[in-house]
């Protein structure tokens, strides 16, 4: 069993700065992906950021510049780090993480519970 607990989200004004945290625990073997994706209201899911072993980062080009993804990879931890917050950045953030509980196991899916963001203009 995996769990993802997520930490970080708030309120802070246009302009300001978030730091978001999803912990993986659990019975792991191997971490292929981690990243980060967000839901506005009225709005379809929208991946933010990924960090894939071997493979490096990638961003949505609405947050490139202003958010940066990185991992502790001993920690089985990802952050996103949020810098210069726009209104339009208000959204439930969901941790995702593509994992191997075995050696032999195929790869799953997992998502954290989500945290709120809300960006006042």
């Known amino acids: 069993q995996v769990q993802l607990v997520e930490s970080g989200g708030g309120l802070v004004q246009a302009g300001g700065s978030l730091r978001l945290s999803c912990a993986a625990s659990g019975t792991i073997f191997s971490i292929n992906s981690m990243g980060w994706y967000r839901q506005a209201p009225g709005k379809q899911l929208e991946l933010v950021a990924t960090s894939t072993s071997g493979a490096g980062t990638n961003y949505v080009d609405s947050v490139k510049g202003r958010f940066t993804i990185s991992r502790d990879n001993a920690k089985n931890t990802v952050y996103l780090q949020m810098n210069s917050l726009k209104p339009e950045d208000t959204a439930v953030y969901y941790c995702?993480?593509?994992?191997?509980?075995?050696?032999?196991?195929?790869?799953?899916?997992?998502w954290g519970q989500g945290t709120q963001v809300t960006v006042s203009s």
């Open positions: 995702h993480v593509d994992l191997q509980a075995c050696r032999w196991c195929t790869k799953a899916n997992y």
